[in-house]
């Protein structure tokens, strides 16, 4: 694949092309594509993850010198969340890149945005062994760090389980409950469902592949119930 159109609109071009093309490159396509000699970038995405992570709690520790760990914890988190990470890999065009299976390929949900999430990791690992710290940091300073503006002013820094019992607490006096109403699939693939009641009524209910993930998008799918209703 020619990734100069990539390399033009992050503004580096790599020396070793094999780095770029090994972040770029999800496990499905080789799945697809066993003769592939081609490496997957989960290798890739765990560098990079451990990269990006220091370098924006690097900024984040100089930017705010009087917020102490909890509320520092809580933007680097807003940060580097997938959700954040596939917004942006969208803005670079980042998906016109990766290699992955016709069925991923076709895939609009969360799922792609959880591989442009990884890939964006993968891409900074990438670039950290081909052009050192320095060339990452730029990187991550130019197109992660400065929607820093964006997670305060929409305040998504404050997860949805926080805002839920903000909103609950305010309104009934009483705290949310959250109770697992099911889980399947095998160990290494086990979905939950969760409930979040306001005493003993249902609100809404989330999945997810932990019984905090499903927590969240319980209390986020009540926050959207909440917010359609007002």
């Not at 895939?107 to 945005?113: I, L, N, P, Q, V």
């Amino acid at each position: 694949m020619n990734f100069t159109a990539l390399e033009k609109k992050i503004g580096i071009v790599f020396k070793n092309k094999e780095l770029l093309t090994e972040a770029l490159t999800h496990r499905s396509y080789l799945n697809e594509n066993p003769d592939a000699k081609l490496r997957h970038n989960e290798r890739m995405e765990f560098l990079g993850d451990a990269v990006l992570e220091i370098i924006v709690t690097e900024f984040l520790f100089h930017k705010y010198p009087d917020k102490e760990e909890g509320p520092l914890t809580s933007l680097r988190a807003a940060l580097v969340n997938y959700i954040m990470l596939s917004q942006i890999a969208k803005e670079i065009t980042l998906d016109d890149f990766i290699l992955f299976s016709k069925g991923e390929a076709k895939d609009k949900g969360k799922a792609r945005e959880v591989i442009l999430a990884n890939a964006m990791e993968a891409l900074i690992g990438a670039l950290y062994l081909d052009e050192g710290y320095d060339k990452a940091k730029k990187f991550i300073y130019e197109f992660i760090t400065p929607k820093i503006d964006i997670v305060l002013k929409e305040e998504l820094y404050r997860d949805a389980k926080s805002w839920l019992q903000e909103i609950v607490q305010e309104k009934n006096k009483v705290t949310p409950m959250y109770k697992v109403l099911g889980e399947k699939g095998p160990d290494h693939e086990k979905e939950f469902l969760v409930g979040v009641y306001i005493s003993d009524k249902l609100l809404a209910e989330g999945l997810g592949a932990s019984k905090q993930e499903a927590e969240r998008n319980a209390a986020q799918n009540a926050l959207d119930k909440i917010k359609a209703s007002n």
